[in-house]
């Protein structure tokens, strides 16, 4: 049962946990799956729902060939219950059980620090549809659209396999947070999802492109660090979920890349060097490269926020417990206890930003998001590889980790994108220098213009270098006219 490589798809529920023989949790997830119906048109891709969408979905879980593609109307895309095949004899791998076979149940006196892991997990995946809903309606092309439905019935499914975990293994308790996971929303005033950015607008294109390069990387880091759990069901499930986010961040890399290119050819075209002639550039209908830094800024600073304070005794006691581990948990070479050593953390101290050496265990929020941090600049440095390629005397950077901070050391203070610490004036006076102005946003809303013609796009965009599923240029990702 703990090797069922293919999905079962013969009931409501497609599955490789045979939930067939599981009745109670069967009948659960039959009872909360009206309720995510009503959620999904409600909150899901507006004005879509009966576009038929060239989507993926999932037949299996082997690496080598899981996913099948075929037009799907959204709502009646087979949301399922997905595990990664077990591994026989596997041992918790880290903290004060490690070495001990891994749970197959939750240990009673981890329950709460558990599920409060699987409610925020799960609370991410329909936040990020909420926050995607409107950009249907701008999309740059038909390939850019379909792309963003796959992503978001994607995050649909990870809610699923969050909600599986509460209905499975957290008795009354789970289905009632199963129901509050469809009753939050991203950015209500009354019942906000759970963490900052999820709160946030993605108001256009580029941000999404972001939103999915910087915060779906972050879903990467903690799903990586969540798929080490002793708690076996969860690692699971985390690694199947990983084989998806893989895409979504490939959407926001590509999508960057190609805004980037798309600018510094027009540029090339129209002989400007400058990359700061703001007002030429911006009249090629592209979107200049300042402006693209500042969107990073933006998007980097709001996910960093999403690792948590940089000393968190929540970590400590996750990675303790053997519930949470680090990044790649299977592949660094110490004890996996970190009983005694230290890791090196960036505090305000006499307000200068300087490292102090804090107990291992007590950083693991800012180990992880150092992780990121490395993983991050990989794709930037791509980026950068295009505009030097293209000839143009720009390079696109990482701000500081102080900058524009709402959670954690930093969250009191001003600091700007290299590092500096600012008085509230100087930021006042230097934000929009930093991050998007009003007239920014404008004018990157005056670009959004649809382009719903098969092989068009976006006059700020360039076309992409391979169609999904190798389907040709001309190809018609989602026919709109059945909508
Ligand atoms: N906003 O001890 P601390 C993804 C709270 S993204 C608001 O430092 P901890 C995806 C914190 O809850 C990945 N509140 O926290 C991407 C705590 O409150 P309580 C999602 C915040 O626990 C794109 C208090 O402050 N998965 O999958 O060490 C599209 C003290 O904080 C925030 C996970 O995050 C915030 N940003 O670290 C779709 C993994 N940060 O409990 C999907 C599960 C902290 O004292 N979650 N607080 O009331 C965790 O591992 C941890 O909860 C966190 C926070 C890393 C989020």
């Not at 999905?7 to 946990?17: F, H």
Request: proline share 6%; aromatic share 10%; hydrophobic share 40%.
């Amino acid at each position: 049962m703990n090797n069922i490589a293919q999905v079962d798809y013969d009931g409501l529920i497609p599955n490789n946990v045979a939930l067939g023989e599981d009745v109670r949790v069967k009948r659960a997830l039959e009872k909360w799956h009206p309720g995510y119906i009503n959620w999904w048109n409600d909150m899901g891709p507006e004005g879509f729902q009966t576009a038929l969408v060239y989507l993926r979905t999932a037949i299996g879980v082997d690496p080598k060939g899981w996913a099948k593609f075929d037009y799907v109307r959204m709502p009646e895309y087979r949301w399922g219950i997905l595990l990664a095949p077990g591994r026989e004899g596997r041992k918790i791998p880290f903290g004060t059980h490690k070495g001990e076979d891994a749970w197959q149940e939750v240990p009673g006196e981890y329950r709460a620090m558990l599920r409060r892991l699987v409610v925020i997990q799960g609370d991410t995946e329909p936040a990020s549809v909420e926050q995607q809903r409107h950009l249907g309606k701008t999309a740059p092309s038909l390939y850019d659209m379909r792309n963003l439905f796959q992503v978001n019935v994607e995050e649909g499914r990870h809610l699923w396999a969050m909600v599986y975990l509460l209905q499975k293994y957290f008795g009354t308790d789970g289905r009632e947070e199963a129901e509050a996971l469809l009753q939050r929303r991203s950015g209500d005033p009354d019942t906000p999802r759970m963490l900052g950015a999820f709160n946030e607008k993605t108001p256009d294109w580029l941000s999404f492109f972001m939103f999915t390069y910087f915060t779906d990387r972050d879903g990467k880091m903690q799903l990586e660090a969540l798929a080490q759990s002793g708690f076996d069901p969860l690692s699971r499930t985390c690694r199947f979920m990983l084989t998806e986010e893989a895409h979504h961040m490939f959407v926001g890399e590509t999508g960057v890349t190609r805004v980037v290119q798309r600018t510094c050819e027009a540029m090339k075209q129209a002989g400007i060097e400058d990359p700061y002639d703001i007002a030429r550039v911006r009249k090629l209908g592209v979107i200049d490269l300042p402006t693209i830094q500042k969107k990073a800024n933006l998007h980097f600073s709001l996910t960093l926020d999403l690792f948590g304070n940089e000393i968190s005794t929540n970590a400590a006691n996750a990675f303790h417990a053997g519930l949470k581990g680090r990044f790649r948990e299977d592949r660094l070479q110490d004890d996996h206890q970190l009983e005694s050593g230290t890791y090196p953390v960036l505090r305000l101290i006499d307000g200068q930003i300087k490292n102090e050496d804090a107990p291992a265990l007590s950083a693991l929020n800012m180990r992880l998001r150092d992780d990121y941090v490395v993983d991050c600049n990989v794709g930037v440095g791509r980026w950068n590889k295009v505009i030097a390629d293209l000839g143009i005397p720009f390079e696109i950077k990482l701000p500081h980790v102080a900058f524009h901070r709402h959670i954690g050391e930093f969250s009191r203070t001003n600091v700007d994108v290299d590092g500096n610490v600012l008085s509230p004036a100087e930021w006042t006076e230097r934000r929009t220098a930093y991050l998007p102005s009003a007239s920014d946003k404008d004018f990157i809303e005056s670009l959004m213009q649809p382009q719903f013609a098969p092989a068009k796009f976006a006059s700020w965009i360039a076309p992409p270098k391979v169609g999904i599923d190798n389907k040709p240029g001309d190809f018609e990702y989602v026919k709109i006219a059945d909508a």
